[in-house]
């Protein structure tokens, strides 16, 4: 049976609203997945911020060590100790839920190397004391020097693994604002175009074939 002009038009006309709530549900959800994914992102960035800014503190704490060789320096970076570790404890609660995989492994090799730079420090002090109190034992003060030697030595070790994460925070907000490529993308894009050439090399300098 044909179908009546009134009848038409309202098949048409529900058609056409059905469609656009259609429109209109699937624009909502998108916009939501969008303001999530920038406050995600938003968080993110804040919480690479405290990162960094924890790492200028207790970059600043191992200057004032090596300049006074005291660890308990007066004019020591961390004025507020009790504070400085519930806010590092917020930080990396933070850095685990919004942090990316890279930079969360690049702030345990970093934060690592703090704790063994920490200990050696630790063990120093205590050789230091004991060589003050026996200021004749000559191996006390040699034992307590070579200690000294390997914790000024190895705050290079932590300088450079506190650079390395910098630098990873600095790469992935400049990949989120249409900036520079992440350093690991980088690396991964040298492997990748190294392997053909290696490749290359190996097949050219390889044995000829034995001559019938």
Known sequence: MALQPVE?????????????????????????????????????????????RMRRVLAQHRADVLRTKSPKSPKSAILDIEGEVKAFMLMQAQLDMFGS????????????????????????????????????????????????AEIEEFAKTVDLADQTLAEAVRDEAAFKDGG????????????????PRRRSVEGSTAAPPPSA
């Open 101 to 148: 995989p890279a930079i969360r492994a690049l702030d345990t090799i970093s934060l690592a190397a703090f704790n063994h730079w920490h200990r050696d420090l630790s063990e120093w002090s205590e050789l230091h004391a004991r060589a003050t109190a026996h200021r004749d034992n000559k191996d006390l003060w040699a034992a307590a020097d070579k200690k000294w």
């Open 180 to 195: 520079r490529t992440p350093w690991w993308l980088r690396l991964k894009s040298q492997l990748l175009r190294a392997g």
């Open 8 to 52: 038409a038009t309202l098949i048409v006309g529900t058609a056409s609203v059905l469609a656009s709530t259609s429109a209109v549900l699937v624009t909502h959800r998108l916009t939501r997945g969008r303001e999530r994914q920038h406050r995600v992102w938003d968080r993110r960035m804040d919480t690479y911020k405290e990162v960094l």
